[in-house]
T-cell receptor, first 113, second 111 residues
Framework: DAGVTQSPTHLIKTRGQHVTLRCSPI?????VSWYQQVLGQGPQFIFQ???????GRGNFPDRFSARQFPNYSSELNVNALLLGDSALYLC????????????FGPGTRLTVL | DAKTTQPNSMESNEEEPVHLPCNHS???????IHWYRQLPSQGPEYVIH???SNVNNRMASLAIAEDRKSSTLILHRATLRDAAVYYC????????????FGKGTLLTVNP
């Protein structure tokens, strides 16, 4: 079975621009979560979506938004990019909203110049 | 959110057991303890998780202290492929699935 896929793999943007990152969960998984991983740190929770509804939000500004589509894929949008948004953005999927094992994708490396 | 604390790095020899510690002194009664590992340029890979009792799977064992304020991931025979950053993370369950990761331990395995 295919794992979690993310696109693009790498992205370079300039300050003030916006970016859209995409994630396709494992087939049969209805929950998608997004994490930000800054170099040298552990991943930090941004959002969780289950059945197209937001189930959880981390401590991130409103410049970060996300949505989940009927096929359970998801997009993470970041507006007005700052240098500090440079990070690896990880998507994780699981079957249910709680307690099932989360499977992570390879991530999208975002560089903001 | 409860936090986890791990040593920055550890070193082991191939085919020897490895014990990776994690402190989570502010853990709540409903927090699950998860372990993930991450290779360079890859996303985290699930290793094991538990709530109160020790757990075993094909990859590793998880030993949880009786007061749940610490846990230890045990790799029974380290291989070169086990070299990675190991993260201890807590999931509070409830209505959502939010993993709170620590900074991780970089495990080096010597041949």
């Amino acid at each position: 079975d295919a794992g979690v896929t993310q696109s693009p793999t790498h992205l370079i943007k300039t300050r003030g621009q916006h970016v859209t990152l995409r994630c396709s969960p494992i087939s049969g998984h209805k929950s998608v979560s997004w994490y930000q991983q800054v170099l040298g740190q552990g991943p930090q929770f941004i959002f969780q979506y289950y059945e197209k509804e937001e189930r959880g939000r981390g401590n991130f500004p409103d410049r970060f938004s996300a949505r989940q589509f009927p096929n359970y894929s998801s997009e993470l949008n970041v507006n007005a990019l700052l240098l500090g948004d440079s990070a690896l953005y990880l998507c994780a999927s699981s079957r249910s909203a709680v307690l099932d094992t989360q499977y992570f994708g390879p991530g999208t490396r975002l560089t903001v110049l | 959110d409860a936090k986890t604390t791990q040593p920055n790095s550890m070193e082991s020899n191939e085919e020897e057991p490895v014990h990776l510690p994690c402190n989570h002194s502010t853990i709540s009664g409903t927090d699950y303890i998860h372990w993930y590992r991450q290779l360079p340029s890859q996303g985290p890979e699930y290793v094991i998780h538990g709530l109160t009792s020790n757990v075993n799977n094909r990859m590793a064992s998880l030993a949880i202290a009786e007061d749940r304020k610490s846990s230890t991931l045990i790799l029974h025979r380290a291989t070169l492929r086990d070299a990675a950053v190991y993260y201890c993370a807590l999931n509070s369950g409830g209505s959502n699935y939010k993993l709170t990761f620590g900074k991780g331990t970089l495990l080096t395995v010597n041949p």
